[in-house]
């Protein structure tokens, strides 16, 4: 029988694996160990674990969606320019609220031109210090070229995004952060990354016309193709 890994684990696994998909080494880092605390607050990490390892001793081995998210594939195609945006229910907690609240993607983005970012993690490096930053700095730029509002999307739970949102200045600089932390909507859109702790979301930006893709943005070649300036240059 297998027994549960302690959250404090499963929580260092996850940072410890996002400074590797960054390019960067753990022992260069000290930020693991301060994460651990931020991010016990998120019962995401041990739930999903223990319902994976759950589904695979009831099946007596892994489920055909596991097979295919451990080969680093999604089972849905990924979103293209031209399609509609996938009407999910995402969890946001703005700073001051006094709980988290459930919101609809078309409720978000019906009638405005927006964009949107997804991350595989809050608070990891690559994350922390290039891709939300760099939206942040180009707020100003992302309205004059009619950009309504900003999203930033991840598989952390909702009191993780908003301590990042808090945390980094996203908030104030008027990004909104919302948690997608079954991975419904990041699984819709065709950009599950799977990682031995949970289901993760693959780095990706787009832009979005009433909920139709107008303009989409992915790191298969380099990450700095999601990031802001990359986004604005392709709305000149």
Same mark, same amino acid.
């Given at each position: 029988?297998?027994?549960?890994?302690?959250?404090a684990?499963?929580?260092? /696994?996850?940072?410890?694996?996002?400074?590797?998909l *960054?390019?960067?080494?753990?022992s260069?880092?000290?930020?693991?160990?301060?994460?651990?605390?931020?991010?016990? #607050?998120?019962?995401?990490?041990?739930?999903?674990?223990?319902?994976?390892?759950?589904?695979?001793?009831?099946?007596g081995?892994?489920?055909?969606?596991?097979?295919?998210?451990?080969?680093?594939?999604s089972?849905? *195609?990924?979103?293209? #320019?031209?399609?509609?945006?996938?009407?999910?229910?995402?969890?946001?907690y703005?700073?001051?609220?006094?709980?988290?609240?459930?919101?609809?993607?078309? !409720?978000?983005?019906? @009638?405005?031109?927006?964009?949107?970012?997804?991350?595989?993690?809050?608070?990891?490096p690559?994350?922390?210090?290039?891709?939300?930053?760099?939206?942040?700095?180009?707020?100003?730029?992302l309205?004059?070229?009619?950009? %309504?509002?900003?999203?930033?999307?991840?598989?952390? !739970?909702?009191?993780v995004?908003?301590?990042?949102?808090?945390?980094?200045g996203?908030?104030?600089?008027?990004?909104?952060?919302?948690?997608d932390?079954?991975?419904e909507?990041?699984?819709?859109?065709?950009?599950?990354?799977? /990682?031995? #702790?949970?289901?993760?979301?693959?780095?990706?930006?787009?832009?979005a016309?009433? @909920?139709?893709?107008?303009?989409?943005? *992915?790191?298969? %070649?380099?990450?700095? !193709?999601?990031?802001?300036?990359?986004?604005l240059?392709?709305?000149?």
């Amino acid at each position: 029988m297998r027994s549960s890994l302690p959250l404090a684990f499963v929580t260092a /696994t996850s940072v410890k694996l996002f400074l590797a998909l *960054d390019g960067l080494s753990p022992s260069s880092r000290c930020c693991a160990n301060a994460l651990v605390p931020l991010a016990a #607050v998120s019962s995401t990490f041990s739930t999903s674990l223990r319902n994976n390892n759950s589904n695979s001793n009831n099946k007596g081995g892994m489920s055909s969606s596991n097979i295919a998210m451990s080969s680093g594939q999604s089972l849905m *195609d990924e979103i293209k #320019v031209g399609a509609t945006l996938p009407n999910i229910k995402v969890t946001e907690y703005p700073t001051g609220s006094d709980n988290p609240t459930e919101v609809e993607i078309n !409720d978000l983005v019906q @009638g405005k031109k927006v964009a949107i970012f997804g991350v595989p993690g809050a608070f990891t490096p690559g994350c922390d210090k290039k891709h939300l930053p760099s939206f942040i700095e180009a707020q100003e730029a992302l309205k004059a070229k009619g950009i %309504e509002e900003t999203f930033c999307v991840a598989t952390n !739970d909702a009191f993780v995004m908003q301590a990042w949102g808090r945390m980094s200045g996203g908030a104030d600089a008027g990004i909104r952060f919302l948690s997608d932390s079954n991975a419904e909507f990041t699984e819709a859109l065709g950009l599950i990354m799977e /990682t031995p #702790v949970m289901k993760r979301c693959k780095r990706f930006s787009l832009i979005a016309d009433n @909920g139709v893709v107008t303009h989409f943005f *992915d790191a298969a %070649e380099q990450s700095s !193709d999601t990031w802001a300036p990359n986004v604005l240059k392709a709305l000149e």
